[in-house]
């Protein structure tokens, strides 16, 4: 069973206005909360991350929101440039436990 | 510059062939790992290594074999591939604190004929 789940497969979003990714989890024990994003070919590169007492953290156009009760976080990119266009993954971690549970990804097309 | 290096980038070959992946980084970490990787799929944990001569087999099962004499090393072997093994192979290490951020390096695509 997928303890990660983007329910998403791909996302359009005009350039300018606010992209929202959206991740759902099932293992209330994990204590980290990680997006990646990934272009073709390439190795995915570190974003943002939020603890699991954290309900926000921010990082310049990057805001990660969770929601402990629903499981849930989303990822909000404002405003998307076309850069942004690329697959986003969301992991999530335990503590203790140095290996990350990747969801499927999202692909996000930021159109002009 | 710290970083974390792949190659070859690129590997077509044909079944059969033994093949090495390798993987080197530069920032000291004690954690690296491989990652196997399609499209529209999440990446499955294949290897992991906590530190010098420490490996362990992730959740995927996998036909491939690793080895770690080095701190900064960290290479996966095929002995004989197939062309189930056609995938996106992916290599990352985590150093210490933070949220258990791994930082990857560039991939290996890997084509069996």
């Known amino acids: 069973d997928q303890q990660v789940k983007q329910n998403s497969p791909s996302l359009s979003v005009q350039e300018g206005r606010i992209s929202i990714l959206n991740c759902d989890y099932t293992n209330s024990m994990f204590d980290y909360f990680l997006w990646y994003k990934k272009y073709p070919a390439e190795g995915p590169t570190f974003l943002i991350s939020?603890?699991?007492i954290k309900d926000k953290n921010e990082d310049g156009r990057f805001t990660v929101f969770l929601n402990k009760s629903a499981k849930h976080l989303s990822l909000h990119i404002v405003p998307s440039q076309p850069g942004d266009s690329a697959v986003y993954f969301c992991a999530a971690s335990v503590r203790s436990n140095y290996q990350l549970i990747w969801g499927a990804g999202t692909k996000l097309i930021i159109k002009p | 510059e710290a970083d974390i290096y792949q190659t070859p980038r690129y590997l077509v070959i044909g079944t059969g062939k033994k093949i090495t992946l390798e993987c080197s980084q530069t920032?000291?970490?004690?954690?690296m790992y491989w990652y196997q990787q399609d499209p529209g799929m999440e990446l499955h944990l294949i290897h992991y290594s906590y530190g010098v001569n420490s490996t362990e087999k992730g959740d995927l099962s996998s036909e491939s074999t690793v080895s770690r004499i080095r701190t900064e090393h960290f290479p996966l072997t095929l002995e004989s591939a197939r062309p189930s093994h056609t995938s996106q192979y992916l290599c990352?290490?985590?150093?210490?604190?933070?949220?258990?951020?791994?930082?990857f390096g560039p991939g290996t695509r890997l084509t069996v004929l």
């Open positions: 920032m000291g970490h004690d954690k």
């Open positions: 939020i603890s699991s």
């Open positions: 990352a290490s985590r150093g210490q604190g933070g949220h258990n951020e791994q930082f």
